[in-house]
């Protein structure tokens, strides 16, 4: 009875999880759209990670007026809120590493991040010329940085990391100050659901899948994350649900035309698996001179890299 009771039940759970799948997964967004945004001139873009934080204080003005300078066609930037739900420009989720304070983004007010210093770690920018010293920059809000790329006339990458609800209360006001915003922004993200909502309620933006490979249990060189053996296991083993998703059905749920692939995990037939259906692709971060020209010149692949001049210095990889 039991042996037959699981033959009646599993075809009606199958096709119970089919019917939730087609009504909840989205339209797929037209890659062609990708592509125009993507590509100038029939040629790949260049885009500054971090408005170029190699050769300039990360997440900055001046950093993206500087790549600008130095070439790039595209930036690079990561979308987080203060405490006020401001949005402002800045990676990491507390100030140590970058400026002059200490704590959580999230903890302060704008009026209180106005003072934080965005240059304190990087004092400098490095150009054509040389490098030329810098006493302060600001932490810019959304908009500040919007309207200095559309100054330019470039294109934004926006990596949004928290809060989808504020994410995309912000895009929602970018788009009606800025209505022509969509030709030259794309967001990104490695979280599916911010992904989602973007999807739902903000349809007119292009969004990418960002490839979360073993961000949960690993740093992006390699080392684990955890100390704990138990939380280790427990985050790899999620890791490698996320990295089959990626490779079978979360594209498609999500309805996505672009995905943002780290360049270790990217080949030529990969590349052109990925096209034949119907997916565009960016790299990160290619800093190596031989991987630019190997992704931009022989795959034709838009690539996110720390350092537009190929600075010698510049480090292999950051995440």
Excluded at 70 to 95: M, Q, R, T, W, Y
């Amino acid at each position: 009875m039991a042996i037959l009771s699981m033959f009646v039940s599993l075809p009606v759970t199958v096709l119970v999880f089919g019917f939730c799948y087609n009504f909840l997964k989205l339209k797929k967004q037209d890659v062609d759209i990708v592509k125009q945004i993507l590509y100038r001139n029939n040629s790949p873009l260049v885009m500054a990670h971090r408005a170029g934080q190699f050769e300039g204080p990360e997440n900055t003005l001046i950093a993206a007026r500087n790549a600008v300078n130095n070439g790039a066609d595209a930036i690079e930037i990561d979308l987080d809120f203060s405490k006020d739900g401001v949005p402002v420009i800045f990676h990491d989720d507390d100030v140590d590493r970058v400026t002059d304070h200490k704590g959580r983004l999230d903890s302060y007010t704008y009026n209180e991040i106005l003072k934080f210093n965005a240059a304190a770690q990087h004092s400098y920018i490095i150009n054509k010329q040389g490098k030329q010293g810098i006493d302060f920059e600001k932490i810019p809000t959304l908009h500040e940085m919007v309207e200095l790329c559309i100054q330019k006339n470039i294109l934004i990458n926006l990596d949004v990391k928290s809060n989808a609800r504020l994410t995309v209360a912000a895009l929602k006001k970018v788009l009606i100050k800025y209505p022509n915003i969509t030709n030259f922004m794309v967001v990104t993200s490695f979280y599916p659901h911010i992904l989602y909502q973007i999807r739902k309620e903000c349809p007119e933006f292009t969004v990418g899948l960002l490839s979360p490979y073993y961000f949960l249990s690993r740093t992006i060189s390699g080392d684990r994350k955890h100390t704990s053996l138990l939380k280790y296991l427990v985050m790899s083993f999620l890791d490698k649900v996320i990295e089959v998703s990626m490779d079978t059905w979360l594209p498609d749920f999500l309805g996505v035309s672009l995905l943002s692939l780290n360049k270790n995990h990217l080949s030529e037939s990969y590349i052109k698996q990925l096209r034949g259906d119907g997916y565009e692709v960016m790299a990160w971060t290619v800093n190596n001179v031989f991987d630019k020209e190997y992704f931009l010149k022989n795959l034709k692949v838009s690539i996110i890299t720390d350092s537009i001049l190929d600075c010698k210095d510049c480090p292999e990889q950051t995440n």
